[in-house]
């Protein structure tokens, strides 16, 4: 299992443009989550999904917007990008049978963004 | 609201022992325990539920007051390996939201 990939690594962008960070996993988990890290800071939660077609707000969704198709795949959109944007995104996943407060979150490499 | 976790920052040398704590304002469900090191994605360590249950990592030890909303996480003998960012986070009754502390730094030297 390749567990949760992210793409890209590393970008940058203008103020005004548009970019998805793209989320995979293969482990056939049903909860996904979108962080960002900025230094010092800890994780702040942007958006989650419980399972394919249903997502919700997390502590900082402004600026952001996910979509979930499929159990897979948890795209994060950022549509104008502003400076305040630039961090590090995390995307995770975890399976639950009830309570997400007792499984895991397993963890993507990150992506880095800097926004110019 | 964010867990505060104290120390923000202690510098280990190998063998020595260390507690990292997490305090909370709000009722808890469960803890969790993750470290990070620099430029890697965070790693689980440990999960502490409500009435006592645990999961997570042998070689590391915490504990969770469920009166007091609190936890702590018991780093003993550190190894050079042990260096690195440790969060805390937490999940209040119902919720499907992981609120993470700010983290501490630990650092081991030889």
């Known amino acids: 299992n390749a567990g949760v990939t992210q793409t890209p690594k590393f970008r940058i962008l203008k103020i005004g443009q548009s970019m998805t960070l793209q989320c995979t996993q293969d482990m056939n988990h049903n909860y996904m989550y979108w962080y960002r890290q900025d230094p010092g800071m800890g994780l702040k939660l942007i958006y989650y999904s419980v399972g394919a077609g249903i997502t919700d707000k997390g502590e900082v969704p402004n600026g952001y917007n996910v979509s979930r198709s499929t159990t897979e795949d948890f795209p994060l959109r950022l549509e104008l990008a502003a400076p305040s944007q630039t961090s590090v995104y995390f995307c995770a996943s975890s399976y639950s049978r009830g309570g997400a407060g007792e499984e895991t979150q397993y963890f993507g490499p990150g992506t880095r963004l800097l926004v110019l | 609201q964010q867990p505060v976790q104290s120390p923000q920052a202690v510098i280990l040398r190998e063998g020595e022992d260390a507690v990292i704590n997490c305090s909370s304002s709000?009722?808890?469900?469960?803890v969790h325990w993750y470290r990070q090191k620099h430029g890697e994605a965070p790693v689980f360590l440990m999960i502490l539920l409500k009435g006592g249950e645990q999961k997570g990592h042998e070689k590391i030890s915490a504990s969770f007051n469920e009166k007091k909303q609190q936890s702590s996480l018991y780093l003993t003998a550190s190894q050079l390996s042990y260096s690195g960012t440790y969060f805390c986070?937490?999940?209040?009754?119902?919720?499907?939201?992981?609120?993470f502390g700010k983290g501490t730094k630990l650092s081991v030297i030889p």
């Open positions: 709000k009722a808890l469900y469960s």
């Open positions: 986070g937490t999940y209040g009754a119902g919720s499907y939201q992981l609120t």
